[in-house]
């Protein structure tokens, strides 16, 4: 061994020194960026952790969400459906009663009519009756005044 260490000119003192100054960096260096450096990293990590995390919760919630809206939007278009059914019954229900009360109205109308035009036939008829009696009359009377103009001569 002693021939190894003077071949390779091994001084012990030099060796401790070496290794104690080696120590001395490997502590300034794990204190001074090592540490730090896995401190940065960790939390780096638990940044993306998080992150990663957070975007499979939103991905859930837009989900949910998309699926939530797909339902709200088919219950609205069947409300909306409904909505025009019962619009569309309403609509024809309000047609029908107009076409009705207008079916009573013309009825109406015409019995009217008719009842005008029956008082209006009552008057002429009367009217001709009394033209008839008036004309009557006057025919008589001449006759009358004729048939004494002929007893007289």
Do not use: C
Not at 69 to 76: M, P
Not at 133 to 146: D, I, Q, R
């Amino acid at each position: 061994m002693e021939e190894f260490i003077e071949t390779f000119h091994i001084d012990w003192k030099l060796m401790i020194a070496q290794l104690f100054n080696f120590g001395i960096v490997f502590l300034a260096f794990y204190l001074l960026a090592a540490k730090p450096l896995r401190k940065l990293m960790k939390d780096r990590g638990d940044l993306i952790s998080k992150g990663v995390n957070d975007a499979k919760v939103n991905a859930e919630i837009l989900a949910k969400t998309s699926k939530e809206s797909e339902q709200i939007l088919a219950k609205a278009r069947i409300e909306a459906n409904k909505i025009f059914q019962d619009g569309k019954k309403e609509v024809q229900a309000k047609q029908n009663e107009m076409i009705e009360n207008a079916k009573i109205e013309v009825a109406s109308i015409l019995e009217n009519g008719k009842k005008s035009l029956q008082v209006e036939k009552t008057k002429i008829v009367e009217e001709a009756n009394k033209e008839i009696v008036s004309v009557s009359m006057l025919a008589t009377e001449k006759l009358m005044s004729s048939k004494k103009d002929l007893n007289n001569l």
